[in-house]
T-cell receptor, first 111, second 114 residues
Framework: GEDVEQSLFLSVREGDSSVINCTYT??????LYWYKQEPGAGLQLLTY?????DMKQDQRLTVLLNKKDKHLSLRIADTQTGDSAIYFC???????????FGAGTILRVKS | GAGVSQTPSNKVTEKGKYVELRCDPI?????LYWYRQSLGQGPEFLIY????????DSGLPNDRFFAVRPEGSVSTLKIQRTERGDSAVYLC????????????FGPGTRLTVL
């Protein structure tokens, strides 16, 4: 079945790198997304990667995909206090419509 | 341009009452999605519209939940005989195309059933 799992909590110091991890169910053709949710707000799309890619970089964000282990990670370089939020990993099959989300990782950035 | 908007932002109701939640998608987006997010959880899919029709309603929990999109733009999620377990944030998303496109989310409606 469909299942996306994330670690619950991550605490880092301002200026350090953050790495948020996610595991997903096996699929040969899938999109994997990272969304950010700040308190009381909706979901903001950060980045996404298709399963035929290994890595995607977008400014401070780097997404790594290990298809063998079904493992996805989001690295945030030079983490700032404004990065404190909940980060959700989500999966969607290539021709599907619904997103399947993990439970979210709370990122706390200490100044 | 304007993003997805949802009204009301907060709704408090009593057990057994009927509620309607509204979603205005991004202009020109053909696909619209409803998700429900319970406290401490990720969003869970409820229903997906392509144009005016519900293409996938497999996530609706029971027949108390119903959604419409009569003109292919604005959508209304309707919940009858609300229960305390319906308390959650209801999120709406839209995408430009049908299957295979990125979804953009609104701020959500926080529903509290007393």
């Amino acid at each position: 079945g469909e299942d996306v799992e994330q670690s619950l909590f991550l605490s880092v110091r301002e200026g350090d790198s953050s790495v948020i991890n996610c595991t997903y169910t096996d699929s040969s053709s899938t999109y994997l997304y990272w969304y950010k949710q700040e308190p009381g707000a909706g979901l903001q799309l950060l980045t996404y990667i298709f399963s035929n890619m290994d890595m995607k970089q977008d400014q401070r964000l780097t997404v790594l995909l290990n298809k063998k282990d079904k493992h996805l990670s989001l690295r945030i370089a030079d983490t700032q206090t404004g990065d404190s939020a909940i980060y959700f990993c989500a999966q969607r099959w290539e021709y599907g419509n619904k997103l399947v989300f993990g439970a979210g990782t709370i990122l706390r950035v200490k100044s | 341009g304007a993003g997805v908007s949802q009204t009301p932002s907060n709704k408090v109701t009593e057990k057994g009452k009927y509620v309607e939640l509204r979603c205005d998608p991004i202009s020109g987006h053909t696909a619209l999605y409803w998700y429900r997010q319970s406290l401490g959880q990720g969003p869970e899919f409820l229903i997906y519209f392509q144009g005016t029709g519900a293409a996938d309603d497999s996530g609706l929990p029971n027949d108390r939940f119903f959604a419409v999109r009569p003109e292919g733009s604005v959508s209304t999620l309707k919940i009858q005989r609300t229960e305390r377990g319906d308390s959650a944030v209801y999120l709406c998303a839209s995408s430009l195309l049908a299957e295979g496109d990125t979804q953009y989310f609104g701020p959500g409606t926080r529903l509290t059933v007393l």
